[in-house]
């Protein structure tokens, strides 16, 4: 019987084959591995540079001063880190109408490849802060433009913000804890409706109807602003204007009406400061300062109104004189300019003096500089968005 044999090796052969299959195969899986590693990666790099974006977006929306150079891993990242770059600061320009934003996050993934993420919207030129306003019990002045001054971000409202709310309709309002003076507005339409006395010492927040004395009644318009120092150089720039860093000095107000027929007493002021403190003894930069004007009465028709100049009483300090010496003497600025381009400074951008007011005026502001010095302008240029030059925060002389 004759046996029949298969060739030598085939079975060699076969295991080579099978060997190779399963190396394609395990080499298949391990790049589907790395494959799913590195979009997983991606994918959660994406979301993180989304969040980032988002923080942008958020930034620009509510104008906060975004930091603009750090760079950072993301959070739970593991060496390597993906590393996002924020977007360069950019500056807005202007206009009342809606502007496109972009803000884009920029980074590398773990085979250095370059990627992106933006985010692509369009911002309302609105004043954030009305979203807030619509919650307040308080009225803005008619054609009110916005903040006015430096650092000063509040709109003028009838009724300060520091006016402790009565719980009957009325708001007190104490202008120094130190003095006995309260004002009494109407919750409601904002107008200064009394003049109440006070325990010296007391605060706002401690008023309460049964701690007011000596009440008496009064129709009368709030003005109000602050009172900055610039007065450690003689060379100033739109800096000093925008944000003045000197010491506070003792000053009073006066006002001088124009219009006659006025209920007395026609006005009365009152201010935060030092009274009677020379610069270097109080680390005050800004006096916070009030009036209350008690307008004409109409005659026929049309509103309660007043006209006049307020001007700054200095405490143991000097004015500029016409005559010289002004050796250790300064002047008065005001921040003044035509915020609603209509080609006239009105009562809310201060002008020297107030014609026909029937509206209360916040941040009717002030700046104090040397005598040598001159009142700066502010260089623009200015937009609705910018997030360090909003608006225009020039000066003009106002004393001497």
Known sequence: ???????????????????ALLGLGTASLLQLHLELRRTTDLSRQRSEAVRHAAQDLEQLRWRGPADMTATGPAPGAR????????????????????????????WQDRQALDHAVTLGTALTALDPALGAATLLNRRLPPGSPGPLGPGLPERSLRIP??????????????PRTDAALVWLFDSRSGDVTGRCDSAVGVPAAALDAASLGNCRALGG????????????????????????????MGTGLRLT???????????????????????????????????????????SGGAPRWSGRLD????????????????????????SADHDGNGRIDNIEH????????TALGNQNFLVIRAAARCPLDAGPFGTFTTDNPVDDSTLAHQP
Request: charged share 15%; aromatic share 6%; glycine share 10%.
């Open 79 to 106: 060496a390597p880190a993906a590393r996002y770059t924020p977007p360069s600061r950019g500056r807005a320009r202007g206009g009342r109408r809606p502007r496109p934003a972009a803000p884009t996050r920029r």
């Open 312 to 335: 700054l009483v200095p405490q143991d300090w000097l004015l500029v004189s016409v005559t010289g010496g002004n050796t250790g003497r300064f002047r008065i600025c005001r921040y």
């Open 1 to 19: 019987m004759r046996h029949h044999h298969g060739p030598a090796g085939l079975a060699l052969v076969e295991l080579l084959v099978a060997v």
């Open 221 to 248: 318009l709030l003005l109000g602003g602050h009172i900055r120092f610039a007065t450690d150089s003689d060379t100033l720039t739109s800096a000093d204007a925008e944000r003045p860093t000197s010491l506070a």
């Open 351 to 358: 002008p020297a003096s107030y014609s026909v007011v029937t």
């Open 161 to 174: 913000a520091t006016a402790h709310d009565l719980g009957d309709g009325r708001h007190a309002f104490k």
């Open 257 to 299: 009406l124009t219009t006659t027929g006025h209920p007395s007493p026609a006005w009365e002021c009152a201010q935060d400061g030092p009274t009677g403190v020379p610069p270097g003894i109080t680390a005050r930069t800004s006096i916070a300062y009030h009036c209350v004007v008690q307008p004409v009465p109409p005659v």
